[in-house]
């Protein structure tokens, strides 16, 4: 099932502008100029024609400069406001963090408040009264809870706000960039909520400035801009597609690439990778224990002085067992003048049985891509172990006390 389809999904929002201010009701009538004065001078296209679905269970999050239309997107997600046209469709139930105590009434204290937003959010007396203790515990305001929002900072704003929102316990959950207030304690508390929401299979839309963070939590992107949707996919690629438009390095041509999965301007261009032993020889099978080196062959167009190389490995559901780069490493970069080999060596393969795929990367120190070649490699490892996951550290059993128990030698009795 879809969490939430938006179907061609249109927001106009009217400016009203005066030339000419008057000073009093009284005299805009006399004058016969009071609905002149309140035309609408403007109308802004907030959201222009989006279409897209979001599945149960994803974390969906959405990326672009301010004014492109995101936070309008998520009040539209949360029916705080209304299409001008086009239609959306959300299933289950929802709890936005979007404004930054919005909801709140500053006179009253933040147990009161918690009380009124739990019901607008749809629990009972009864369910607040459970989840009391626990939301005033997480929100870290002890001290502060009986006294009015009004005296909160800005930040004990953002813990109450975010607390009663993610212990509503909702299908859908909506966050607006409010982890950007506050504390950075509790900002990777709120963070490590996040994911446990998303291992629980919760629906998460996150709007965010904070691309490297997109690309750690989200499984799919939207990239926004003036109200348009440029680009869904992939994190990495969005973010690094998104990048290069801010940067405004390249025309909106040139971020066309016709390799699916591949990306960059080709500044610095990967002409040729593999994947070999460590006595050179190219192979993609190898047994648990064995080495193996990621070939690329580097060619630029021109002499470039900014350069990182990049690999990510991934197992076949898409998970990163490891990325690096030369960045990361500290390798300073000095010139790459002319065609280049690099080779990234791994002396013994600790990894589980099964198929694994290798991201490949040329790019400047800010991230900006030469060229991404998403999955461009593969590799099998072949072990005689059973074990799941990832991972497979050496490792040795010891059993102590009454117990029985006989090795497995792999062979039958």
């Known amino acids: 099932m879809k969490a939430v389809v938006l179907d061609n999904v249109t927001k106009y929002y009217r400016r009203f502008t005066s030339k000419r201010k008057f000073q009093t009701l009284k005299s805009a009538i006399l004058e016969k100029n009071l609905f002149s004065h309140l035309a609408p001078r403007e109308i802004i296209k907030a959201v222009d024609g989006v279409s ?48 930054l105590g919005a909801g709140f009434h500053p006179e009253i204290s933040g147990r009161e408040n918690i009380y009124i937003n739990g019901i607008m959010l749809g629990l009972t007396k009864k369910e607040i009264d459970e989840k009391l203790e626990e939301i005033i515990k997480f929100a870290e305001l002890e001290d502060f809870i009986d006294m009015p929002v009004k005296t909160y900072s800005s930040g004990m704003y953002m813990r109450l706000g975010f607390s009663v929102a993610i212990n509503v316990n909702p299908d859908i959950l909506l966050v607006d960039e409010v982890l950007a207030v506050g504390d950075a304690s509790f900002v990777n508390k709120g963070l490590e909520k996040i994911k446990e929401m998303k291992k629980s299979g919760k629906t998460i839309v996150f709007v965010t400035h904070a691309l490297d963070l997109t690309q750690k939590i989200c499984h799919r992107v939207a990239w926004m801009k003036k109200g348009k949707v440029m680009m869904i996919g992939e994190p990495k690629e969005v973010v690094d597609r998104y990048l290069m438009d801010a940067l405004g390095k390249e025309s909106q041509e040139e971020l066309i690439v016709k390799n699916e999965g591949r990306w960059g301007n080709r500044e610095v261009e990967i002409t040729e990778s593999w994947i070999e032993d460590l006595k050179g ?3 993609t ?129």
């Open 285 to 413: 099978h190898f047994d648990y224990g064995e080495g193996l080196k990621i070939v690329m062959k580097i060619v630029p167009k021109k002499e470039v002085k900014d350069f990182v190389f990049g690999v990510g490995i991934f197992n076949s559901e898409g998970t990163n067992v490891y990325g690096t780069n030369t960045h990361l490493e500290f390798y300073k970069p000095k010139i790459i003048k002319g065609e280049a080999v690099v080779k990234f060596e791994i002396p013994a393969i600790h990894l589980v049985n099964g198929t694994y795929t290798v991201d490949l990367a040329v790019h400047r120190e800010d991230g900006f891509a030469y060229d991404y070649i998403k999955g461009g490699l593969a590799f099998m490892v072949h072990s005689l172990s059973r074990e799941v996951g990832i991972w497979r550290p050496e490792h040795r059993w010891e059993f102590e006390g009454k117990v029985e128990i006989e090795e497995y030698t792999g062979k039958e009795k």
């Open 281 to 283: 020889k190219k192979r």
């Open 52 to 99: 897209f679905e979001i599945e149960k269970g994803e974390t969906f999050g959405i990326i672009g400069e301010n004014g492109s239309g995101k936070s309008t997107l998520l009040k539209l997600i949360a029916g705080i406001t209304r299409p001008t046209s086009g239609q959306i469709k959300v299933n289950g139930k929802v709890s936005a963090l979007i404004e």
